[in-house]
Nanobody, 124 residues
Framework: QVQLEESGGGSVQTGGSLRLSCAAS????????MAWFRQAPGKEREFVAY????????SYANAVKGRFTISGDNAKNTVYLQMNTLNSEDTAVYYC?????????????????WGQGTQVTVSS
C-alpha cells in the first residue's frame, strides 16, 4: 500500500501563487510515476501534471503549461506542484496520484493510489 498526503492548498487572489506538496509513504518503491489531478464542482477529474521518478520527465495539461511546475524529491518521497499566475479557473480540489506502471498518463484510471485532496480557491 502507498499512502499519499497533500498539503499546501488554500485561498489566493487572482495572479497569486501556491505550492502544493504530496508526501508518499508505504511501499513507495513500487511507484513509477506521480501526477496531480484536479476536480472542480460539477466537473470531471482532470489531469494537471505528471512526473516520472526515473529521469524526471514531466508533462502538463495545456491549461497550466507555463504557469505550473511539477517536481519531485526522491529522498523525501515528495512531489510538489508550484502554481503561479493563478486564475479562477484553477479553483478545484487538487489530488496527487501514484502509478506503478502507466500508459496513458492523463487517465485517472491508470493511477493506483490517491491522496485525499487539498482545496485551492482563487478569487478576484
Amino acid at each position: 500500500q502507498v499512502q499519499l498526503e497533500e498539503s499546501g492548498g488554500g485561498s489566493v487572489q487572482t495572479g497569486g501563487s501556491l505550492r502544493l506538496s504530496c508526501a508518499a509513504s508505504g511501499r513507495t518503491f513500487s511507484s513509477y510515476a506521480m501526477a496531480w489531478f484536479r476536480q472542480a464542482p460539477g466537473k470531471e477529474r482532470e489531469f494537471v501534471a505528471y512526473i516520472r521518478w526515473s529521469g524526471g520527465s514531466t508533462s502538463y495539461a495545456n491549461a497550466v503549461k507555463g504557469r505550473f511546475t511539477i517536481s519531485g524529491d526522491n529522498a523525501k518521497n515528495t512531489v510538489y506542484l508550484q502554481m503561479n499566475t493563478l486564475n479562477s479557473e484553477d479553483t478545484a480540489v487538487y489530488y496527487c496520484a501514484s502509478a506503478s506502471r502507466i500508459t496513458f498518463i492523463t487517465s485517472p484510471r491508470e493511477y493506483d493510489y490517491w491522496g485525499q485532496g487539498t482545496q485551492v480557491t482563487v478569487s478576484s
